[in-house]
């Protein structure tokens, strides 16, 4: 059996040990990599936002509200608050005519640590655009208008708008969900738990869809182009699925999730992934995947020394002197 373990390492012993999760698959199903953990039941939290936009782009909304690449993408990420997000968000909800009110995902500062400083510096409030899931509300919110919905109950498990989704997670995943596999997410949207291979499975319909046509292949290639051509709005600066995005010259779609799950769907050799950091740990996400990509060839040379100069794969302490590395095992 397949294990994978990341190291943190301080001096010359091992102080932290994360064990991670993976399942990786070509487009007709057939693995390449699995820690025989297919079967396990995991929440995949942000990282399955571009199945939850579906419904948005279908509803017409993008052409109704002339709505541009950048808000698309948007609706796909978990941003981090920096001040082109910000920008970007202000424009949508007001072509829209809501007030930041209306969006039901609650209130945090910018994941950014930079934007977040800069606004309690300047004594201004944080407010529901600033919330990372923001993109994918107001995407709900457009969607509910253009479908004539109701926008005080859109995030109910009954709401119109929520079954629209659970259809297109029915569809892709090729398995039913029921009120049983129902919580909420952080942002307080319907979340569903999903064995691990009906996220893979999900993944690989998801390629499909892009590169032929299908019944989704429309509002997927929108989606997912709309993410290629501006990374830095599914994510942020800094953030790892951005590097990905760029490292490899838009040939992978890749979105991260709370508690440790990153997924990738290469688009062009018709490979994804889905990996799950056992104790929920985000910090063994860049390292595994790097050594996933490397192991199954899925990055060449050249994008993996790209992304490589983007993230340090030693420790270092508050004076910025090393005190460690980490370390990837696979066995």
């Not at 040990?17 to 007709?28: E, G, P």
């Not at 693995?31 to 571009?50: A, E, G, Q, Y």
């Not at 182009?225 to 992978?252: A, R």
Request: charged share 25%.
């Amino acid at each position: 059996m397949t294990k994978i373990h990341v190291d943190f390492i301080r001096g010359k012993e091992i102080e932290s040990t994360h064990q991670v999760k993976a399942l990786v698959t070509n487009i007709d199903g057939r693995i390449l990599l699995s820690t025989n953990n297919d079967d396990d039941f995991f929440f995949p939290r942000s990282s399955i936002k571009v199945f939850q936009a579906i419904p948005f782009v279908i509803s017409g909304a993008i052409k109704k509200y002339k709505l541009n690449g950048k808000h698309v993408a948007l609706a796909c990420a978990s941003h981090k608050g920096e001040g082109f997000h910000i920008s970007e968000l202000k424009k949508w909800i007001s072509k829209i005519k809501l007030k930041t009110k209306n969006l039901q995902c609650g209130i945090h500062g910018p994941l950014d640590k930079t934007a977040s400083e800069k606004i309690i510096y300047s004594r201004n409030k944080f407010n529901e655009l600033h919330n990372n899931c923001a993109g994918k509300h107001l995407a709900m919110l457009t969607s509910c208008l253009c479908n004539n919905h109701s926008i005080t109950n859109y995030l109910d498990f009954n709401h119109p708008h929520q079954k629209n989704i659970r259809t297109v997670f029915n569809k892709f995943t090729e398995t039913k969900l029921s009120k049983k596999n129902f919580s909420l997410d952080g942002c307080s949207a319907p979340q569903y738990s999903f064995r691990i291979k009906s996220i893979s499975k999900a993944l690989n319909n998801l390629i499909k869809c892009y590169n032929s046509n299908l019944e989704y292949s429309i509002a997927a290639r929108i989606l997912i182009d709309s993410t290629l051509k501006y990374p830095k709005y599914i994510g942020g600066t800094k953030s790892f699925d951005t590097k990905v995005i760029d490292s490899s010259k838009s040939k992978i779609f890749c979105k991260h999730g709370a508690e440790g799950v990153f997924l990738f769907a290469h688009l062009k050799k018709g490979i994804s992934g889905v990996i799950k950091v056992k104790d929920g740990n985000e910090r063994a996400i860049p390292i595994t995947i790097m050594n996933i990509f490397k192991k199954l060839k899925i990055m060449n040379k050249s994008e993996l020394r790209n992304l490589q100069r983007k993230e340090e794969f030693y420790l270092k302490n508050h004076a910025e002197k090393k005190i460690g590395y980490i370390n990837f095992k696979i066995i």
